[in-house]
């Protein structure tokens, strides 16, 4: 298992914090998904390394940004 950590801004309550988890949570090889509100914090578990444009991707479709 490999674990990632990214930070996305613009979250400001728990159903952005939901939209963040099932978007990242549909990339193929995730396993677990948590993420904190107060820091915009996202921590990753996969069986495989990520590439950042796939979480850039996926949470931009929930409608936020990778920083």
Do not use: K, N, P, Q
């Not at 193929?28 to 996969?46: K, N, Q, W």
């Amino acid at each position: 298992m490999t674990t990632s950590t990214f930070t996305i801004s613009g979250m400001t309550c728990g159903h952005c914090v939901a939209s963040v988890r099932e978007e990242i949570g549909e990339i193929s090889g995730v396993d677990r998904v948590e993420v904190t509100l107060d820091t915009g914090a996202v921590e990753v578990v996969s069986d495989r390394v990520l590439d950042r444009d796939e979480i850039a991707a996926a949470v931009s479709e929930a409608g936020y940004r990778l920083t």
